[in-house]
């Protein structure tokens, strides 16, 4: 059977790429998402906000939402400071199959802990789980009506704390309207909108980065 658009950028990974170099990973995603096939990961643009946001949180407990094949996992991974490791959650099979190897590829597998399971019934386990108290930094890049939910659960299951930083993609396209008033309005956060391009066109998007007040 014909191979699925996650599969064919893994091969193009493989080939363009240099083993153990996150760098040469997220460059040759980037080339084969704007040579050969578009496909929804955040892009060089949004990317290199993320980068520094990451950067400037430099935090010691990562959260990402929405793994789909790794590209977002490895540009934050590259960056965590030595024996920081970030969890990331994603709940379709094929797509985290795809996402271990590209992970792997780019020799970030230490640095990385990926969840099969979804957000909603992960979330509320993550204290146990995995014996961490609060989060410094989470990337929301899952299903764009699962952002609103997922921040309340949060604060919900005491997962933030004063400065926790939470950045969420196309805020813009294709949009999570009910998150972004939710934030925007809420006196518990301080938010801020960084302008971009939806990943790889001249489409408007931008990240939203919002800080737990407590
Ligand atoms: C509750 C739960 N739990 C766990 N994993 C979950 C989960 N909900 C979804 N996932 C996982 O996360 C990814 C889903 C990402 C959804 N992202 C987008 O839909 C998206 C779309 C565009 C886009 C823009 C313009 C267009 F014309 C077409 C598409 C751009 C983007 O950047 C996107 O992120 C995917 O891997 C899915 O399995
Ligand atoms: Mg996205």
Known sequence: TRSTRPQRMLKAVQKNATKGNPQSVISAIDYFCKNSEWAMNVGDEKGSILDSVVTEVNPSTVLELGTYCGYSTVRIARLLSPGTKLITLEFNPAYAAVARQIIAYAGLQDKVTLVEGSSGEWIPQIKERFGITTFDFIFLDHWKDQYLPDIKLFEECGLLRKG???????????????????????????????????????????????????
């Open 164 to 214: 926790s930083v939470l950045l969420a993609d196309n805020v813009i396209c294709p949009g999570a309207p009910d998150y972004l008033e939710y934030v925007r309005n809420s006196p518990r956060y301080e938010s801020r909108y960084y302008p971009a391009h939806l990943e790889y066109t001249k489409l408007e998007d931008g990240l939203e980065k919002s800080v737990f007040l407590g």
